[in-house]
């Protein structure tokens, strides 16, 4: 008996650990898990390698040297009968073998030293791109992490209405038999009895309603989180180091909001590629270095005369040229120069207008933001009251019900009020949160080292210094 006591003890020991031990999914638990095992966040990433490949990689080999090695072996054999002595019984013939091999080993070094500054502005084109791409990055990390919280946010809402159309359906299923008892006695109307019966079942429907968009809401989360959610999830609070004010707003999103920063870069790197278009007007100067070494071995044999000689021979050298070539057609590899300048000039401009409307949808946009969170707020209070104004309402009308004073298509009609508004106050708080992580995103700060979240960071830095500096022959 002992034993079972003991054993009993523990169990239940160990049952209130785990129920107490039962922790609710957090933001930034989903965010850390998203950050972590997204596929869109890897191949975003991805994407960023690839570009610093595209514009470093290639840009800076520019300046390394074209390194060709050549070999060649030619073989050639004659073989040459001839009959001596045609007349004669005592015909011979005399064969001739002659073999050559010729061995040609070569190496050849071709080096830039000058092409009018075309490679360096390529190169500072090429930096702008990548810090352009870098920015775009950090843009989509926002949109990424700004799912993550939609769909946390949508989660949170979902289990809130659901709550919600429970206990309305529980309040509804109570008016009901009240009614239905007070018919039986003779005090209430058969009216009565449909109309709650009718709010019953429109309540139930509400569940189920309030239950499939749960659903809905729980397989979004899991899709962009790479988690699962449980019903022990907390509204998060509102993020700190929020603008004082617009003017606030608008200073630190034109100095941060990662899709204005891409668009300056851009802006710069088309006129370094201005530039690096125009150099191929300017002379050009390339060194040329080459060794080579040829090798002969020659047989030559005679079997009548029983004579045969052998002929090698072998020759080194090395050769080194500096060549200036100086445009005077200006026709490069890619078409007409001047063309192409034209060409590069027009994208700059384009750049520049891009980068002015981006300015401005960025200030209209703030703007906008900035007024809808002040609206938010205030709403946030009014909801508040609202819902503390329909609880009492409903309270004194199922009171008064219950004395004969009011009818219960009353109570009905109040409860509805209040269900509307409970309703009303979730979304609110719900867009008031998500508004403010909006803010967030236009101030640069909505990514993972803006919300300091404990995680391993991505850091460009890393690839972008490979891709300058990586030997040419290495592959992955």
């Known amino acids: 008996m002992r034993c079972r006591f003991f054993l009993g003890s523990v169990c239940v020991g160990v049952c209130t650990l785990l129920v107490d031990d039962v922790r609710p999914t957090t933001l930034e638990q989903a965010l850390v898990q998203a950050y972590m095992k997204s596929p869109e966040w890897a191949a975003a990433i991805a994407n960023k390698k690839a570009k610093d490949e595209a514009a470093l990689g290639h840009a800076y080999s520019r300046w390394q040297p074209n390194i060709t090695a050549q070999y060649g072996v030619t073989t050639e054999r004659h073989d040459i009968v001839n009959e001596a002595f045609p007349n004669t019984r005592l015909a011979q013939t005399t064969e001739n073998n002659a073999k050559t091999q010729r061995n040609n080993i070569s190496v050849e070094l071709q080096q830039n030293l000058f092409d009018g500054f075309s490679t360096t502005n390529s190169i500072s084109a090429a930096e702008r791109t990548v810090a352009a791409a870098r920015a775009e990055l950090t843009a989509e990390e926002q949109r990424f992490l700004q799912r993550v919280i939609a769909a946390y946010l949508a989660v949170w809402e979902a289990y809130q209405h659901l709550s ?136 030559d044999r005679h079997h009548e005369l029983v004579s045969s000689y052998n002929n090698d021979s072998e020759s080194n050298g090395y050769s080194s040229s500096i060549t200036v070539s100086v445009p005077l057609l200006a026709n490069g590899s890619g078409g007409n120069i001047y063309s192409a300048s034209r060409r590069a000039n027009q994208e700059a401009l384009a750049a520049e207008m891009v980068l002015k409307k981006v300015m401005l949808d960025l200030k209209a946009e703030c703007i906008r933001t900035w007024n809808n969170f002040k609206a938010a707020e205030a709403q946030l209070q009014q909801s508040k009251m609202a819902v503390e104004s329909a609880e009492i309402a409903a309270n004194g009308v199922r009171q008064a019900a219950k004395y004969g004073l009011k009818s219960q298509t009353d109570v009905l009609y109040y409860e509805g009020k209040l269900l509307d508004a409970r309703n009303q106050a979730v979304k609110v708080r719900k867009d008031y949160v998500s508004m403010a992580y909006v803010l967030l995103a236009l101030m640069g700060r909505l990514t993972a080292s803006g919300l300091h979240l404990k995680v391993a960071r991505y850091n460009p830095d890393e690839n972008e210094t490979r891709a300058r500096w990586v030997p040419p022959f290495v592959m992955e």
């Open 164 to 299: 919600i159309a429970k206990k309305q359906e529980a309040n509804l299923a109570s008016d009901l038999h009240a009614a239905e008892k007070k018919f039986d006695v003779g005090a209430g109307t058969r009216i009565e009895v449909a109309a709650a019966k009718a709010q019953h079942a429109e309540a139930t429907y509400r569940c189920a309603s309030a239950q499939a968009t749960l659903e809905a809401a729980l397989a979004q989360f899991e899709a962009v989180a790479c988690l699962k959610s449980d019903e022990h999830v907390t509204l998060p609070p509102i993020p700190k180091n929020l603008p004082k004010s617009l003017e606030e707003l608008i200073r630190l999103a034109q100095r941060s909001y990662p899709e204005l920063r891409s668009a300056q870069e851009k802006a710069l790197a088309t006129r370094d590629t201005v530039v690096s278009t125009r150099g191929g007007l300017l002379p050009r100067v390339d060194l040329r270095v080459s060794a080579y070494r040829n090798s002969t071995a020659a047989r």
